[in-house]
């Protein structure tokens, strides 16, 4: 039974619940002041508490995805095995692993579903399907050629027209999309739902044929790194801009021009696009912060992010960067709610300070919040405006 799973979910309820309702009943059964009756009521309390607070964070876990298996808590995941998926060599080392025994399924170009996703998570491969109509949504993990970090799980959707002799010698445009923190990428496909809402928007040709590559903010989970490049530490930020986009790039046909790559992301993940795309314009053009922030705080690292250094954490804030920098030539997207988001006053002012040749939009729905069903509503919108901005 999966970690996700519905079926466990409620499973944990019930037996929260059960456990509440033997309390009442055995509790004046052990109603004597004799220590071995004084136990019996401690442990009882301690078991249904502790079932209860499991129950609770077996929901929160299924609502925001912080985890999509029990190897993955537990540490015990296998890297993913090999395929072949590679168009070209990138260098000694395999950069890129493509595991296809966890692909879709995917809604027919002509029929828009959303995915589903069965007891244990993730979608288990559904009837078979042409990829040339459906696409192909496979599992990846790419290690850095130059940081030597590792991504984690993650996730690859290929269109349809990846796979259409019309288009064997297109190279199409790439959106990086990143989970806030915690996070793992499963939880773009099941929660954000992002490859089912691209492959609706294609079928209806509100968005041009992108590849979406869909990885954790946190290679270092549970370490919180800001995607920051740590002074004598992990390079997470050059993980992002360089290594993984190398790899995508030697492995799938797509382009290298950064006027064909976005990247997206949620809370953390926000913030990590919003930087990403403006400390590296001559690889990204385009980004959305969805809910994002942008001042950096330091994350959850274990020394500090920025060596001591304010001048450092300065430039590794986007707010900071457009007041005392030349502003890039990139497109920025921002999303927030007027009631509800914390965040609305720091987005704001962040828009406020755009300035050419930086662009800046905006999406402010009247009410929402810091979760998944407001990003839902804000996803469709933000990938036909980053269609719009990648060629």
Same mark, same amino acid.
């Given at each position: 039974?999966?970690?996700?799973?519905?079926?466990?979910?409620?499973?944990?309820?019930?037996?929260?619940?059960?456990?509440?309702?033997?309390?009442?009943?055995?509790?004046?059964?052990?109603?004597?002041?004799?220590?071995?009756?004084?136990?019996?009521?401690?442990?009882?309390?301690? =078991?249904?508490?502790?079932?209860?607070?499991?129950?609770?964070?077996?929901?929160?876990?299924?609502?925001?995805?912080?985890?999509?298996?029990?190897?993955?808590?537990?540490?015990?995941?296998?890297?993913?095995?090999?395929?072949?998926?590679?168009?070209?060599?990138?260098?000694?080392?395999?950069?890129? =692993?493509?595991?296809?025994?966890?692909?879709?399924?995917?809604?027919?170009?002509?029929?828009?579903?959303?995915?589903?996703?069965?007891?244990?998570?993730?979608?288990?491969?559904?009837?078979?399907?042409?990829?040339?109509?459906?696409?192909?949504?496979?599992?990846?993990?790419?290690?850095?050629?130059?940081?030597?970090?590792?991504? #984690?799980?993650?996730?690859?959707?290929?269109?349809?027209?990846?796979?259409?002799?019309?288009?064997?010698?297109?190279?199409?445009?790439?959106?990086?999309?990143?989970?806030?923190?915690?996070?793992?990428?499963? #939880?773009?496909?099941?929660?954000?739902?992002?490859?089912? =809402?691209?492959?609706?928007?294609?079928?209806?040709?509100?968005?041009?044929?992108?590849?979406?590559?869909?990885?954790?903010?946190?290679?270092?989970?549970?370490?919180?790194?800001?995607?920051?490049?740590?002074?004598?530490?992990?390079?997470?930020?050059?993980? /992002? &801009?360089?290594?993984?986009?190398?790899?995508?790039?030697?492995?799938?046909?797509?382009?290298?021009?950064?006027?064909?790559?976005?990247?997206?992301?949620?809370?953390?993940? +926000?913030?990590?696009?919003?930087?990403?795309?403006?400390?590296?314009?001559?690889? /990204?053009?385009? &980004?959305?912060?969805?809910?994002?922030?942008?001042?950096?705080?330091?994350?959850? /690292?274990?020394?500090?992010?920025? +060596?001591?250094?304010? &001048?450092?954490?300065?430039?590794?804030?986007?707010?900071?960067?457009?007041?005392?920098?030349?502003?890039?030539?990139?497109? =920025?997207?921002?999303?927030?709610?007027?009631?509800?988001?914390?965040?609305?006053?720091?987005?704001?002012?962040?828009?406020?300070?755009?300035?050419?040749?930086?662009?800046?939009?905006?999406?402010?729905?009247?009410?929402?919040?810091?979760?998944?069903?407001?990003?839902?509503?804000?996803?469709?919108?933000?990938?036909?405006?980053?269609?719009?901005?990648?060629?």
């Amino acid at each position: 039974m999966g970690l996700t799973s519905g079926v466990f979910g409620w499973l944990m309820v019930a037996v929260a619940a059960g456990s509440l309702a033997a309390v009442v009943w055995a509790w004046p059964r052990v109603a004597r002041r004799r220590l071995p009756y004084l136990a019996a009521r401690l442990v009882m309390v301690a =078991v249904s508490q502790l079932l209860v607070t499991a129950a609770f964070l077996v929901w929160l876990n299924g609502y925001f995805s912080f985890y999509d298996s029990w190897s993955q808590l537990l540490g015990t995941s296998q890297p993913a095995q090999a395929v072949s998926a590679r168009h070209a060599a990138a260098g000694p080392a395999k950069q890129l =692993v493509v595991d296809g025994s966890r692909p879709g399924p995917l809604p027919d170009a002509g029929r828009p579903a959303p995915l589903a996703a069965p007891p244990g998570g993730l979608p288990r491969p559904g009837p078979p399907s042409s990829p040339a109509v459906s696409g192909r949504l496979m599992q990846i993990a790419i290690t850095g050629q130059r940081t030597g970090l590792s991504s #984690g799980p993650g996730y690859v959707y290929l269109p349809p027209q990846y796979f259409q002799p019309a288009y064997r010698h297109t190279r199409f445009p790439v959106v990086l999309a990143l989970t806030g923190y915690p996070g793992v990428a499963g #939880g773009i496909v099941t929660r954000l739902e992002l490859p089912s =809402v691209a492959a609706s928007l294609l079928a209806a040709r509100q968005i041009r044929p992108t590849v979406f590559v869909m990885l954790s903010v946190s290679p270092l989970f549970p370490y919180d790194t800001e995607c920051t490049d740590i002074p004598a530490g992990p390079q997470v930020e050059s993980f /992002f &801009a360089q290594d993984v986009t190398r790899a995508v790039e030697h492995a799938f046909r797509v382009t290298a021009s950064p006027a064909g790559w976005g990247v997206v992301g949620y809370s953390t993940g +926000g913030f990590c696009a919003t930087k990403l795309a403006m400390m590296y314009p001559t690889r /990204f053009s385009a &980004a959305v912060s969805m809910a994002g922030y942008y001042q950096a705080y330091g994350g959850r /690292f274990p020394r500090d992010l920025w +060596g001591g250094s304010v &001048a450092y954490r300065h430039e590794n804030s986007p707010a900071w960067r457009l007041r005392h920098l030349p502003a890039p030539p990139v497109s =920025v997207l921002v999303t927030s709610s007027r009631t509800g988001e914390r965040s609305l006053p720091g987005t704001l002012a962040f828009l406020h300070e755009i300035r050419p040749p930086m662009r800046g939009y905006s999406l402010i729905i009247p009410q929402g919040g810091h979760n998944f069903r407001t990003w839902n509503r804000e996803l469709a919108p933000s990938l036909e405006w980053l269609s719009r901005h990648l060629s």
